[in-house]
């Protein structure tokens, strides 16, 4: 095998532009989105909200999150698809190439190549263990390795692997959902007693919210990693809008209305009580397989973008250390939800800074203070071109809007007060270091073409 052809094959163009022979049109991205962010944890979030809302209460918390989502997701997405790069390149434009790497490293590969993927694969575990309860093989700690290796042999492909397995995926953790609600409402009253239904806890609007913004704000942000192959911007941008607009809210306040009529907050134990133990079983064999495939998937981007090594042998470490955890997870916590609340809730808080720092260098600093009018160009490595190692506007905006975030959590909804702090301060200290004459990208390198070293 040629060294094009295996670039072409497992490194997936981790490190450069996507060429536009190899992209693809909306239908395709479309079901690659929805069948690789609208899976299990989705419905683990409806359990969460069920345990604490009621469904009216639901529905405003998770139109509210996903109008957030919706505008941070197709606005990464465009920016994805106008640049062909993944999504820890391209912040080299706002932090610099030393930055974008650390903060890549930092907030992707460990909150979602390693975090998310170990959540996903304990989820696993923790759902074989309720159908086979008295099996070894399916204790959850068991469970979670040996579902992560099979995540880990999906994502060591490629795109092409999403892409294929999302034909099969998508229209069944969605079919399933929507059986299951119709189970639930036949058994236990109808659809007025959805209505009437009061939560086991308790859970502010805010509060759910984050936890909701929380739980796809990662997904938001790496959606370049699958529209850099978008043949148009705006392909990438309807197909996250009508993903989140017409199967995330079916599939987490679907959950909500499961868990509000049959108690258990644990969404998929609810689904066996039902009768659905076939249907639990086939979202958690498919829908998981595709989820977590794309959380490594894009860790292993963020992994060789760090260090540059090859994108399929990077998803084999990052799955292997989350694997390790998942299963630690699974044999210390069990099936207790504790730990999935505190980590979603802690990503709402803090990924969106980084967002906002990305939309303000992309949508207003390229194009206004330097004049970077055409989007194809703003985000653009040209061969012989220098480029800043460190940019100190980006390091700032985002420890601003990650401090309001993590430091003022009940201040309104924290996703919302991150992003749009680190959004005005990159702008402000940008124009303000701009009109001052001070240099704020430090250090250069110089990128040769091809790869991005």
Known sequence: MSQQKTKVTFDDY?????????????????????????????????????????????????MIGN???????????????????????????????????????????????????????????????????????????????????????????????LSFLSYF???QHVWLVAVGLLLAVSLHGGWGAVWTAHPSGSMTIAQAITATVGLYIAGSLIAPDITRFAKKARDAAVAWALHMFVFYPLLIIGAVAIVLLAGSVIVTEDMLKLGMGVGVLLIIVLGQWIINTVNLYSGSLSFTNAIPIRRDYS???VGIIGTILAAYWGYSAGSS????????????????????????????????????????????????KKYSEVNLVGLLSFSA?????????????????????????????????????????????????GVVK
Do not use: C
């Open 14 to 62: 981790s490190l450069e532009e996507v060429p536009k022979e190899q992209r693809y049109g909306l239908y395709n991205l479309f079901l690659t989105l929805s069948a690789a962010f609208g899976a299990i944890a989705v419905i683990f979030a409806g359990g969460v909200l069920g345990g604490g809302l009621t469904f009216s209460d639901a529905i405003l918390a998770v």
């Open 67 to 161: 109008i957030i989502l919706t505008v941070i997701g197709s606005l990464t997405g465009v920016i994805g698809a106008y640049s062909g790069l993944s999504t820890y390149v391209g912040w080299r434009f706002p932090f610099g190439r030393v930055l974008g790497k650390i903060f890549g490293f930092a907030l992707i590969t460990v909150t979602t190549g390693i975090g998310w993927f170990a959540v996903e694969s304990w989820f696993f575990g923790v759902v074989m263990n309720e159908i086979y309860p008295n099996n070894p093989f399916f204790s959850v700690w068991v469970a979670a390795l040996w579902g992560g290796v099979l995540m880990i042999i999906s994502t060591y492909i490629g795109y092409r692997a």
């Open 169 to 171: 995926i998508l229209p």
């Open 315 to 317: 998803s084999i470490i």
């Open 337 to 384: 939800l504790a730990p999935f609340e505190s980590f979603i809730t802690i990503l709402g808080s803090l990924l969106p800074a980084a967002g906002g720092s990305v939309f303000a260098e992309f949508f207003i600093v390229k194009p206004y203070l330097e004049g970077i009018k055409d989007p194809y160009l703003r985000f653009k490595l040209e061969p012989g």
């Open 401 to 449: 809007g990650a401090a309001v975030g993590l430091l003022l959590p009940d201040l309104g909804i924290a996703a919302i007060n991150a992003l749009l702090v680190a959004f005005v301060v990159h702008i402000l200290l940008a124009f303000l270091f701009k009109k001052a004459n001070i240099k704020y990208e430090l250090g250069t390198y110089e990128y040769k073409g």
